[in-house]
């Protein structure tokens, strides 16, 4: 079965950056729309920010536009996520999520995906 694993969570100061990646061992993700979520203690799992199977289509919730950046490189089997300015409320463990899907579409929803990585945590503090 396919795992997800993160890397590159860790302690920034608010305004540095922090790229998240995302790979799956003995799995090829080329045809899996990738998500990213986040959830801070005591809140809900949100969506962060989403990309379709080939990369040319992305999504963002409007609080990361601008600052975040979702990515992938297939020829490495892994994905990114830059996070820029960040902000102490962007403090949470975030997650990869994977789907099955080459029809070119990306999903927002937490239970549109099937796999999911065990998290990697990020805290932005001074």
């Known amino acids: 079965q396919l795992q997800p694993v993160e890397f590159g969570g860790g302690l920034v100061q608010p305004g540095g950056s922090l790229r998240l990646s995302c790979a799956a061992s003995?799995?090829?993700?080329?045809?899996?729309?990738i998500g990213w979520f986040r959830q801070a203690p005591g809140k809900e799992r949100e969506f962060v920010a989403a990309?379709?199977?080939?990369?040319?289509?992305?999504y963002y919730i409007d609080s990361v536009k601008g600052r975040f950046d979702i990515s992938r490189d297939n020829s490495k089997n892994t994905l990114y996520l830059q996070m820029d300015s960040l902000k102490p409320e962007d403090t949470a463990d975030y997650y990869c999520?994977?789907?099955?899907?080459?029809?070119?579409?990306?999903?927002?929803?937490?239970?549109?995906?099937?796999?999911w990585g065990q998290g990697t945590q990020v805290t932005v503090s001074s």
């Open positions: 003995g799995f090829t993700l080329d045809y899996y729309a």
């Open positions: 990309i379709d199977w080939s990369g040319e289509k992305t």
């Open positions: 999520a994977a789907t099955e899907d080459y029809s070119g579409t990306y999903y927002v929803g937490v239970y549109e995906y099937d796999y």
